[in-house]
T-cell receptor, first 115, second 111 residues
Framework: NAGVTQTPKFQVLKTGQSMTLQCAQD?????MSWYRQDPGMGLRLIHY???????DQGEVPNGYNVSRSTTEDFPLRLLSAAPSQTSVYFC??????????????FGPGTRLTVL | SQQGEEDPQALSIQEGENATMNCSYK?????LQWYRQNSGRGLVHLIL?????REKHSGRLRVTLDTSKKSSSLLITASRAADTASYFC???????????FGQGTRLTINP
């Protein structure tokens, strides 16, 4: 199993550009999520999904869109990049036990710089 | 933070000593999880403790949960240089499925 994969590993954008960060998992996990981590900070939840076709907002959703058309993929779209979105982005996935969330498996991260 | 604090923010100890990190939260939880992050890397799951559990062990790690005080602690015994990392607690809020992380404790083990 590849686990959780993220592409690209590094990206530089100009202000106003749009892009999609890719996340895929091969563990048949129901739950997938996106976090951003700023220097010296913890992780802040952007969006999450509890299954295909179901998404919800986290703590910092503004400026980001997500969709979940398959169990495996959960792309994160930056609509119009801003310097404040410079960060490291992590995707994570897990099994759900009923309504309980379990151990998260994290991808290696995407380091994004917006100029 | 709406979801509580972790302390200390940074901890530096000598190899062989024990390290204790604390995590507090404000709303009822379903479970609480601890993760480790080595510099520049993704997070690795350490231990999950459910709201009806009080203590769990995994090797040199011991996690306690006090739901009356809304707090948890992670104890690393006989620390090693390889334990140098940031440690985060994450809470699954009761009635929700999302995980919310704290700001973490940066642990440095000096040889």
């Amino acid at each position: 199993n590849a686990g959780v994969t993220q592409t690209p590993k590094f990206q530089v954008l100009k202000t106003g550009q749009s892009m999609t960060l890719q996340c895929a998992q091969d563990m048949n996990h129901e739950y997938m999520s996106w976090y951003r981590q700023d220097p010296g900070m913890g992780l802040r939840l952007i969006h999450y999904s509890v299954g295909a076709g179901i998404t919800d907002q986290g703590e910092v959703p503004n400026g980001y869109n997500v969709s979940r058309s398959t169990t495996e993929d959960f792309p994160l779209r930056l609509l119009s990049a801003a310097p404040s979105q410079t960060s490291v982005y992590f995707c994570a996935s897990s099994y759900l036990s009923g309504t309980r969330n379990n151990e998260q498996f994290f991808g290696p991260g995407t380091r994004l710089t917006v100029l | 933070s709406q979801q509580g604090e972790e302390d200390p923010q940074a901890l530096s100890i000598q190899e062989g000593e024990n390290a204790t990190m604390n995590c507090s939260y404000k709303t009822s939880i379903n479970n609480l999880q601890w993760y480790r992050q080595n510099s520049g890397r993704g997070l690795v799951h350490l231990i999950l403790i459910r709201s009806n559990e009080r203590e769990k062990h995994s090797g040199r790690l011991r996690v306690t949960l006090d739901t009356s005080k809304k707090s948890s602690s992670l104890l690393i015994t006989a620390s090693r240089a390889a334990d140098t990392a940031s440690y985060f607690c994450a809470k699954v809020i009761q009635g929700a499925q999302k995980l919310v992380f704290g700001q973490g404790t940066r642990l440095t083990i000096n040889p």
